[in-house]
């Protein structure tokens, strides 16, 4: 029987051997702290008008941000606003943001002919669908 003896690793095996076993423990870490950190939980939406409303050529910009608080993608999100003045709604708008993931945001503008600072203006999230 011929037995072979293998020569003792050199150093550079090793802190090759180190290297690569430590970037395998922190990709291995990575995966188990996403996975347990994971939200699943539905879309939470909440919008809210922003305080600063333009007037341009006769029209009122009243701008609004919505965000995903919660953990699933929504699609098709609706954001409905009423403008009432005295007591009767006078005009409505509707936007649509096609994608909003969890913990993304997203800013647009509604536009009324009427001054919203004359009246009561509701802004609120219509409805979404999941992916």
């Known amino acids: 029987m011929n037995k072979t003896e293998q020569p003792p690793r050199s150093i550079a095996e090793w802190v090759t051997f180190s290297v690569a076993s430590l970037i395998l423990a922190i990709i291995v870490s990575l995966v188990g702290y996403t996975w347990l950190n994971e939200k699943n939980q539905p879309p939470i939406l909440s919008v809210t008008k922003k305080p600063t409303i333009r007037e341009v050529d006769g029209q009122f910009y009243v701008p609004f941000e919505v965000e995903n608080t919660g953990g699933d993608t929504a699609e098709s999100v609706q954001i409905m ?25 997203e800013e647009g503008a509604f536009i009324f002919s009427q001054n919203p600072r004359q009246g009561e203006l509701n802004v609120r999230v219509g409805s979404y669908k999941l992916p």
Do not use: N, P, R
């Not at 936007?95 to 945001?105: A, K, M, N, P, V």
């Open 81 to 105: 606003a009423e403008l009432l003045i005295d007591g009767k709604v006078t005009e409505t708008g509707e936007q649509q943001i096609d994608f909003l993931s969890g913990g993304e945001t």
